[in-house]
């Protein structure tokens, strides 16, 4: 089989820690969360990881809307809005 850009056996870019500091997430709603990721292009798949993130959040869609940016969706299911607090973020780009 093969290997073309977006699916390769390989990563392409393996990147972090990234320190960000998401905005605060509104109740039951989705924040979106700018990551700088060097050699990211719009054709690429992201995975994104964020080993501190808290309990109620969840990672949402990733991806590189121009070159070297990555944006990750972050969504509060929850009844309260939530503050996130500065953290680590790991990118994967295939």
């Keep these: ?6 699916f390769s ?6 990147v972090g820690p990234i ?12 924040a979106s969360l700018s990551l700088t ?11 994104v990881t964020a080993p501190s993130l808290e309990a109620t ?7 590189c809307t121009t070159a070297g940016t990555v944006v990750v969706r972050l969504i509060n299911p ?9 953290q680590s973020f790991y990118v994967l780009g295939l």
């Design 1 to 6: 089989m093969p290997n073309f850009r977006g």
């Design 9 to 14: 056996a390989v990563p392409q870019i393996v």
């Design 19 to 30: 320190t960000a500091n998401p905005a605060s997430i509104p109740a039951a709603s989705v």
């Design 37 to 47: 990721v060097p050699g990211s292009t719009p054709d690429m798949h992201f995975i």
């Design 57 to 63: 959040i969840s990672l949402g869609s990733a991806a």
């Design 78 to 86: 929850t009844a309260g809005a939530i503050d996130p607090a500065s």
